[in-house]
Nanobody, 125 residues
Framework: VQLQAFGGGLVQAGGSLRLSCTASGRTFSSYSMGWFRQAPGKERDFVSAIRSMSYPYYADSVKGRFTISRDVSKNTVYLSMNSLKPEDTAIYYC????????????????????WGQGTEVTVSS
């Protein structure tokens, strides 16, 4: 499985961006997909995930501002980010997990099999 993330950029605080992550493979609908982010000098943190049944999960820091969705026909998962804050500045990575995954594992980076290359998001104050 190859993942390609794009859509990052520079935006002012309060603005919006939508990230996309396109996956290769014919079984995309069965994958759990996640978004993580890594700010300079910090660890990679969970942002959001969506299981094959399309139920979304969010980190507390982004709840109410970010929305994850997937389009199975396009093998793509999206992360719509609104009300962006400077602390959202990071490189955002999409990840995929094939096979079963329990909900408590969705926020753990090590649970995912595949990773995209990352797309940079910079939020200016």
């Amino acid at each position: 499985v190859q993942l390609q993330a794009f859509g990052g950029g520079l935006v002012q605080a309060g603005g919006s961006l939508r990230l996309s992550c396109t996956a290769s493979g014919r079984t995309f609908s069965s994958y759990s997909m996640g978004w993580f982010r890594q700010a300079p000098g910090k660890e990679r943190d969970f942002v959001s995930a969506i299981r094959s049944m399309s139920y979304p999960y969010y980190a507390d820091s982004v709840k109410g501002r970010f929305t994850i969705s997937r389009d199975v026909s396009k093998n793509t998962v999206y992360l719509s980010m609104n009300s962006l804050k400077p602390e959202d500045t990071a490189i955002y990575y999409c990840a995929a997990k094939d096979g079963r995954i329990i909900s408590s594992e969705l926020s753990r980076a090590g649970a995912y099999n595949y990773w995209g290359q990352g797309t940079e998001v910079t939020v200016s104050s």
